[in-house]
């Protein structure tokens, strides 16, 4: 069974989750690449980095949306709130989009990670946990009925 309600709730934990988590890695991204201190001393780099950070949002949202749609869905059916799943999942698909571009080695040679590999997959590793902040953590929680199976049969 479903409590409607709840699940009205979750699925408006989960758009932001996800927002706040492209903006995160989005924000990952732009401060590594300007290396803005703060406002205070460099107003125009900080500036920078703040209109960077939303058009990496944005290209990240549009990338990874099919994806985490899958990670979260399966997340939500089997109730799982840890927060190792969500980081993992999120760098798994960071890192699937970031190889995507890269082509299969024709000569024989072994297949390798492109360069910058590790900072994508550290993205995808914060932008899980601002998920799991926001929306992971209550994962499941619109199933009612099942969870309680323990209650109404006691040993």
Known sequence: MVD??????????????FIAAVIAAGLFFSWGYFRASGPDTDPIGFIAMMGSTVVSAS??????????????????TMRWKGVVYHVGAAGLIALAIWSIGDQLPSDGTSLALRPGSSIVTSAGFIAGFAYWLVAGRKSGCWW????????????
């Open 4 to 17: 409607s309600s709840k699940l009205f709730f979750q699925l408006m934990r989960i758009i932001c989750g």
């Open 59 to 76: 290209m990240i949202g549009s990338l990874a949306l099919i994806p985490a749609v899958f990670a979260v869905g399966f997340a939500e």
């Open 144 to 155: 009612i009925g099942q969870q309680n199976d323990q209650n109404r049969h006691p040993r």
